[in-house]
């Protein structure tokens, strides 16, 4: 299918391409050190007009983890385990320009809706679920089949966005899998998860207005879908111990509101999510319990500002992390330093830290953070070289204390085209 799009197109229009090739190493510190990460990536992007009204683009991407899957002898002879490359498709969608009436767009097609103006963390942004299948580039997103309607109001834009079928998030399958995904304290488990049925009360929508008012971006959204991470809804112990763990989606809407701007050269942003559930009720054998009913807040502030000899510092506080909810909500601060140098050419990160706090009244029993000092090298303007680390610490119950021991040193290389 992919080679017939390629020999097709250039009789409609002139394609442009784009994309990288990386190289990602990644290696686990301590009594368990040993590669955890050893990926080739190629991803080729691809984009045409087709006429003065509709816009394509493509993005596919080929992955090689080059870990075999090796269970037997037999296995030696089978290609895809002792080489196992994935394909990917990213973003497809198609742009029409003026559908209909002049001041109407559409986007339609698989693709990446954001929503919100803070850094990776975005309570207002919900379409898409996440992809953590390398949690610490947590932020990541997975495309949806959607379609977008884009009204020009002037002054003011109106963005509505339709998705007929729920998609959860992607966890990873590694270390982080067990001792974040799975309930605390609890190692003989069984877990069962249940999807929503694919009918139209189950499809997302969403409304956001949006302006530039005195040199201040803001929006007011509003959201209705299911919740990206499962949420238990029954757990029974069974015998020998075992506990058998029932998840399932809840629905919730989101009213939310971002802004961005700058004072004094010092760029600040915000995002405030007010969080509806429906009622969810938790079974055990002996009680149940309402963990979902009442609304909750999730917020992000942040700014970052630039010194004259050339140091960026970029600071966030987030309220309530994308898989938390109800009261559950914890507390994370952000805090980046960069500064560079031989004609942007070389950049240090000296300071990179995300620091969690569960309880402020017991703050130093109960926090976790993570480093990640690095250094980018870019020799060529297509090429860039990133070696760096992540120390992991923590204390008490959150979720960096959880996976302290995960410490992790990487090289990466990327040449972009």
């Not at 002996?286 to 609304?295: A, P, R, S, V, W």
């Not at 050339?310 to 994370?332: A, K, M, P, R, V």
Request: with cysteine; hydrophobic share 40%; glycine share 8%.
């Amino acid at each position: 299918m992919i080679k017939a799009f390629l020999l097709i197109m250039p009789l409609f229009a002139e394609l442009n391409f784009g994309g990288k090739l990386e190289l990602y190493n990644r290696y686990l510190m301590g009594d368990s050190a040993r590669w955890t990460l050893n990926r080739a990536e190629f991803t080729l992007n691809t984009e045409a007009d087709l006429g003065d009204h509709l816009h394509i683009r493509v993005e596919n991407t080929f992955t090689s983890e080059n870990f075999p899957v090796i269970f037997s002898s037999f296995d030696l002879t089978e290609e895809e385990k002792v080489d196992p490359v994935t394909f990917s498709l990213g973003e497809a969608y198609a742009d029409i320009y003026g559908f209909l009436l002049p001041d109407l767009d559409l986007r339609i097609g698989r693709q990446i809706i954001n929503w919100g103006t803070a850094d990776k963390i975005n309570p207002t942004s919900n379409f898409n679920p996440y992809d953590l299948s390398d949690f610490l580039s947590f932020g990541d997103r997975l495309p949806v089949n959607a379609i977008r309607a884009f009204f020009n109001l002037d002054p003011l834009n109106l963005e509505l966005g339709f998705v007929p079928v729920f998609k959860p998030s992607l966890i990873p399958v590694n270390e982080y899998t067990e001792r974040l995904f799975s309930p605390q304290g609890v190692e003989n488990f069984t877990s069962f998860t249940e999807l929503p049925d694919r009918n139209l009360s189950n499809s997302s929508l969403g409304a956001k207005i949006s302006g530039n008012f005195h040199g201040w971006d803001l929006s007011l959204s509003f959201y209705r879908g299911q919740m990206k991470f499962p949420v238990p809804d029954s757990i029974f112990v069974v015998p020998g111990d075992r506990v058998i763990y029932y998840a399932g989606f809840p629905k919730f809407r989101v009213l939310g509101f971002d802004f961005a701007g700058s004072i004094f050269k010092a760029g600040l942003w915000g995002e405030l999510g007010i969080f509806f559930p429906d009622k969810h009720i938790l079974k055990t054998v002996t009680e149940c319990d309402t963990i979902l009913k009442n609304f909750y807040v999730k917020y992000v502030f942040g700014t970052d500002y630039t010194f004259k000899d050339g140091t960026y510092f970029n600071f966030q506080f987030i309220h309530g992390f994308f898989n938390e909810f109800g009261d559950s909500l914890h507390d994370y601060i952000t805090f980046r330093v960069e500064r560079k140098f031989w004609n942007d050419r070389l950049k240090v990160a000296p300071l990179g830290i995300a620091l969690e706090v569960s309880d402020w009244s017991k703050s130093g029993k109960n926090y976790g953070y993570i480093l990640n000092p690095s250094i980018t090298f870019r020799p060529y303007d297509n090429l860039e070289i990133d070696a760096g680390s992540f120390i992991i610490d923590g204390r008490g119950k959150n979720m960096l204390s959880r996976i302290k021991d995960v410490d992790e040193v990487y090289l990466k290389f990327k040449i972009s085209y």
